[in-house]
């Protein structure tokens, strides 16, 4: 039997409830050297559902796995039926004020880094720039036979013409980029090969139940030993990917804010969680420092 990644997680203790104080995390970010890890709960504010909070795509959706991918063909036909439709909608997500405010935060030399759990580039489409994507990029596709890496817009354009006419009315869009599809909607999706090998494609980004890759953990765990604090952005911190860093953090006595309106794994380990929407809390912040409102994107 297959053991299920971590997918959800119930407090088993009582947890420092909430807060709408912003003034630690204007504190924290006045000193810069402060590294933001974020999570999809920034990315909501752009129309793309996150997993875990009110609504989120957990309640309707069960994300794709690794090892589902990776073991039949039928799960990759379901998934890149479902993913090739979704990216339309998906690819027309734009930066929301949050992640405009994390760019403006870093121009105005507060941060030391950005890691994002997330796969849809908004943080990059803002302006923040050497943005670590701890789980990849919806924007590459890698081959598992050969490894070779190409762009997803190629991949989207021969699923085109090999599934001419393929427009089914999704039921909603995920965090993935996965639309919520039925099997009579998959019907018999083509899937494409690899053209160099001819081998299986799969989109690079870290599915539930893969590892991130070591040398990208050690590079965060490294942003992590140089930065002076760390700020939690619409993360539950549910899975290991993104708790790692918090308690890599609060054992070297580093500061960890949490901003997400729910509670959180990592919220033992924080000064303070602010239980406000990212959007709001974060242009307030700006605005508390001085930082001139970002501008549209």
Known sequence: MR????????????????????????????????LVLSG????????????????GSLSRHTP?????????????????????LGLRTFGRARPNAGHRTV???????????????????????????????????LDRVVC???????????????????????????????PD???????????????????????????????FGEAVPPRRVEHCRELVREATSLLVLGSSLTVMSGLRFVRQAAKAGKPVLIVNLDPTRGDQHAVTRVALPLGTALTAVADQLGIPGPAQT
Request: include cysteine; charge should be negative; glycine fraction near 14%.
């Open 40 to 55: 999809a709960g920034i990315s909501t504010e752009s129309g793309i559902p996150d997993y875990r909070g009110e609504g």
């Open 144 to 174: 598992l036979g050969c490894g070779a890496v190409s762009p997803r817009r190629e991949l989207a354009r021969r699923l085109e013409e090999a599934n001419a006419g393929f427009a089914p009315v999704a039921a909603g869009i995920n």
């Open 3 to 34: 053991m299920r990644p971590t997918l959800s997680w119930t407090p088993v203790e009582d947890l420092p409830p909430g807060t709408t104080d912003l003034a630690p995390v204007a504190d924290a970010l006045s000193t810069g050297g402060v």
């Open 103 to 137: 760019a403006a935060f870093a121009r105005h030399g507060l941060l030391s880094g950005v890691i994002t759990q997330n796969v849809d580039g908004l943080h990059q489409s803002a302006g923040s720039e050497g943005v670590v994507e701890l789980h990849g990029s």
């Open 64 to 84: 794709m796995t690794y090892q589902d991918f990776t073991g039949g063909a039928r799960a990759r036909r379901r998934y890149w039926a479902r993913s090739h």
């Open 177 to 207: 980029g996965d639309a919520d599809l039925t099997d009579e909607q998959v019907g018999d999706f083509r899937v494409v090969p690899c053209t160099v090998c001819g081998g299986i494609l799969k989109p690079d980004v870290v599915f």
